[in-house]
């Protein structure tokens, strides 16, 4: 059973930085592809970010293209997310999630193709 716990949250101003991490109990980060999700009041669980098994392409939704970097630690185990120029509009509860399946282009971004999730973090980003 795969295990994830995120941190990094908190309150940030519009146009800061922050960063998430995400610890995995699992013997080799590059043996699965890893996401973020987020999900704001009010609204459905919508895709962030990825970062595909072992050959490490990344994909990111467009609302945070050029702003947020996702990455990984191997060596740590731990699954990142750089967050800049952060807006209002960024503001939810940001989740961690991973399979040990190879995604492609059109199930990459779905949340039912990913296998475990933690139990997210909030990010609130407000004057």
């Known amino acids: 059973q795969v295990q994830l716990v995120e941190s990094g949250g908190g309150l940030v101003q519009p146009g800061g930085s922050l960063r998430l991490s995400c610890e995995a109990s699992?013997?080799?980060?590059?043996?699965?592809?890893m996401a973020w999700f987020r999900q704001a009041p009010g609204k459905e669980r919508e895709f962030v970010a990825a970062?595909?098994?072992?050959?490490?392409?990344?994909v990111y939704a467009n609302a945070v293209k050029g702003r947020f970097t996702i990455s990984r630690d191997s060596a740590k185990k731990t699954l990142n997310l750089q967050m800049n120029s952060l807006k209002s509009e960024d503001t939810a509860v940001y989740y961690c999630?991973?399979?040990?399946?190879?995604?492609?282009?059109?199930?990459?971004?779905?949340?039912?193709?990913?296998?475990?999730w933690g139990q997210g973090t909030q990010v609130t980003v407000s004057s």
């Open positions: 970062i595909r098994k072992q050959i490490s392409m990344t």
């Open positions: 999630a991973a399979t040990s399946s190879g995604l492609i282009a059109s199930t990459i971004r779905r949340q039912e193709s990913y296998d475990y």
């Open positions: 699992v013997s080799a980060l590059s043996d699965y592809t």
